[in-house]
């Protein structure tokens, strides 16, 4: 069994044991909205922290390997944009397909980074989702803003969004820890690091208990165009941009890792809120995320 996968199976079966767990109504219908919220603000953001605070980033080539993820993620935009009514969808439909083609399941990625290449996986894992979550964030709430309906915040509601995300805030703490040479501060920063160790089994519950195959039984051609974007065209778009730039190694294998990962369930939220289609997001998450498992190896053993 390769590294890749022998990394990738267990993340797939903590997320069915989520699905399994939810679906067994246990430990109550009750405790995975919380539970989610809990790892979204406080645990998630714990470990983004910590791991940038402490990381060693001298062998990362980290200004070429964020260029290649946000200059892969740009051009999918583009090419969204450009080809819209290839998709026959209304306004919030476009938006729900946008965010099918560009967020990612950043849970899944810093679990199956750190199974393959540990402490440096993880330290990349962590600047790419400093790279990834400001971009995808301005971007999907001025998607939603131009094409959703009804309660699409003003250039004020996304300044707002973007100053309290607390994956930025994290990112913003963790990277002036280590600028600073400060690093990890006594008492707060055991104690962040043992609540980081919470983060991402319990985030992989929370996606599979997130899965609704029902949305995935009704998935449509829509559906599969989206996905087959995500999971192989920006991947393959993220390989060409680190082919120019001469970016090998465990760089180049986290920056493919993330551009080649399942939607994010945080979107059905997005799209709820602020006036996408969530049923069409509901979809796209759940059949990326049932894809992903035979698509993330494949991807990963032939670009990265």
């Known amino acids: 069994m390769s590294p890749v996968v022998a990394a990738i199976l267990p993340v797939f079966l903590l997320i069915f044991l989520g699905w399994l767990l939810k679906r067994r109504a246990f430990p109550g219908d009750h405790f995975w909205a919380p539970a989610e919220r809990l790892t979204y603000f406080v645990l998630f953001p714990a470990l983004i922290a910590t791991t940038l605070a402490q990381a060693d980033f001298s062998r990362l080539e980290i200004l070429p390997m964020a260029a290649a993820i946000v200059l892969a993620i740009l051009a999918m935009s583009a090419l969204i944009l450009a080809a819209r009514r290839l998709f026959a969808v209304d306004g919030p439909g476009l938006t729900s397909v946008y965010q099918g083609a560009v967020r990612m399941n950043t849970y899944i990625g810093l679990t199956v980074a750190y199974g393959v290449h540990g402490a440096e996986g993880l330290a990349a894992a962590a600047l790419a989702v400093a790279a990834i979550v400001p971009l995808v964030n301005v971007t999907c709430t001025a998607m939603l803003a131009r094409y959703g309906r009804g309660a699409a915040p003003g250039a004020a509601g996304m300044a707002r969004q973007f ?122 998450i759940t059949v990326q995320t049932l894809v992903a498992l035979a698509s993330l190896p494949l991807v990963l053993g032939l670009l990265a």
Do not use: H
Request: with cysteine.
């Open 163 to 284: 100053a309290t995300n607390p994956l930025i805030l994290a990112c913003l703490l963790g990277g002036l820890l280590n600028l600073s040479g400060i690093g990890l501060p006594p008492v707060l920063g055991p104690m962040a690091l043992i609540l980081g160790r919470a983060a991402l089994p319990l985030g992989l519950l929370a996606v599979g208990a997130a899965l609704d195959l029902r949305a995935a039984r009704a998935a449509g051609r829509v559906v599969l165009q989206t996905s087959a974007l995500k999971l192989a065209a920006l991947p393959l778009l993220t390989w060409l941009f680190l082919q120019a730039f001469g970016i090998e190694g465990v760089a180049a294998f986290v920056a493919i890792l993330f551009n080649a990962l399942p939607t994010a369930t945080s979107a059905y939220i997005l799209a709820r809120q602020l006036g996408g289609d969530a049923t069409l997001m509901a979809s796209l």
